[in-house]
């Protein structure tokens, strides 16, 4: 069950959070310049440090949604960047997927979780039926603990009920999407990719046990 007192202090100590944004811009213009680069998981180094590879890539999630104002892409770029998957370009096709479009279904520490999910378990071998059961499997399991972590998966649910008190809908017009920045949205609403990237993190790293 969600402990949505926890959720809300997470949320406030985001929006008060001193954020060294000249480091954080130094980084992902790094990533933007270099893409992701390529790992070969060692798997005793990374079951040692299991609980530091959470907490960074949870801390990551916060920072990226931060920098890209994007909670889909902040989230999924954590992951990728700790576990070396993907490219920049998978990044950039995530723009859309806030609030599902803008239109305020799946949350995008979801959507994000998920798009991470399915590059570290799937195959590019369409016929890999294998790796798209392993990857529903993962998915399944992600998406279960990050409503119970949340108490949702559906972004106007979460924003009432953990962020803000009401939905912001930033989505809707310049002058809420204004309000929603205002309202320091941006910071607070880094609480989901961060709680997605780690579940996510959780999962890959499970797999390696």
Do not use: H
């Amino acid at each position: 069950m969600a402990d949505y007192g926890a959720l809300q202090a997470k949320v406030q100590e985001l929006a008060e959070r001193d954020w060294d944004i000249p480091v954080l811009e130094a980084r992902v213009k790094k990533l933007v310049a270099e893409g992701i680069p390529r790992k070969v998981l060692n798997r005793e180094e990374v079951l040692a440090n299991k609980q530091r590879i959470l907490e960074r890539v949870r801390r990551r999630g916060e920072e990226y949604n931060l920098m890209a104002c994007n909670c889909a892409r902040g989230t999924a770029l954590a992951v990728m960047e700790e576990f070396g998957l993907g490219t920049m370009e998978i990044v950039q096709a995530l723009s859309p997927f806030p609030g599902f479009g803008g239109t305020g279904w799946m949350c995008g520490g979801v959507t994000g979780g998920l798009i991470a999910l399915g590059l570290y378990f799937g195959s590019e071998d369409v016929l890999d039926y294998e790796a798209v059961e392993a990857t529903m499997g993962a998915a399944r399991q992600f998406m279960a603990r990050f409503e119970e972590q949340v108490g949702s998966v559906i972004c106007p649910r979460i924003q009432e009920e953990v962020v803000f008190g009401q939905y912001m809908d930033p989505g809707a017009s310049p002058e809420k999407m204004e309000a929603f920045a205002q309202a320091k949205g941006f910071e607070k609403c880094g609480l989901l990719p961060g709680i997605g990237a780690r579940l996510a993190a959780e999962l890959i790293i499970e797999s390696l046990e």
